[in-house]
């Protein structure tokens, strides 16, 4: 069993607050698609633009979870999930308007990067960690990070 370095608990993603404007403005976009989808005469599109409207509206709705984190010499455990450093080429990290987090750039071309939050306090002993197990490089928010950013979801 491998020795535990650093636990910390954070949320699984910063909720950024919507006003009645977000809602009224997803709201004509989702009429907006419709709309298109009429004049086109694409009736399978329609059912569509409403169940991602439904999902949509579930996920934002949906308050953040508490996940439990811990860094041990194989890899960072996220709740029940392993990340092995192995499957990471580097990591970096972010500052998103005083939320910090740590970005893991994954060896695969086309995997996904994983951000986790982390806590100010254990930030040092967390980036510590990383470096002694991966090369830290700048990383900045990627397009989808600046449009679920911009669409506060």
């Known amino acids: 069993m491998a020795k535990t370095m650093v636990n910390w608990e954070a949320r699984e993603y910063?909720?950024?607050k919507k006003n009645s404007v977000w809602y009224v403005g997803f709201a004509l976009a989702v009429i907006a698609l419709i709309a298109i989808a009429i004049?086109?005469?694409?009736?399978?599109?329609?059912?569509?633009?409403?169940?991602?409207?439904?999902?949509?509206?579930i996920y934002v709705m949906r308050p953040?979870?508490?996940?439990?984190?811990?860094?041990?010499?194989k890899g960072l455990t996220e709740g029940n999930n392993l990340h092995l450093y192995s499957d990471y080429k580097s990591f970096g990290v972010l500052n998103d308007g005083g939320h910090y987090s740590i970005v893991l750039v994954p060896k695969k071309r086309f995997g996904l990067r994983l951000r986790v939050y982390f806590p100010e306090t254990?930030?040092?002993?967390?980036?510590d960690v990383f470096g002694d197990h991966l090369p830290m490089e700048e990383v900045k928010l990627d397009l989808v990070d600046k449009i679920v950013r911009w669409l506060r979801i």
Do not use: N, T
């Open 64 to 73: 953040p979870r508490m996940l439990h984190y811990s860094l041990d010499e």
């Open 39 to 57: 004049l086109l005469q694409d009736w399978l599109f329609i059912p569509a633009i409403v169940l991602a409207a439904i999902a949509l509206m």
């Open 14 to 16: 910063i909720e950024r």
């Open 122 to 127: 254990e930030g040092e002993q967390i980036v």
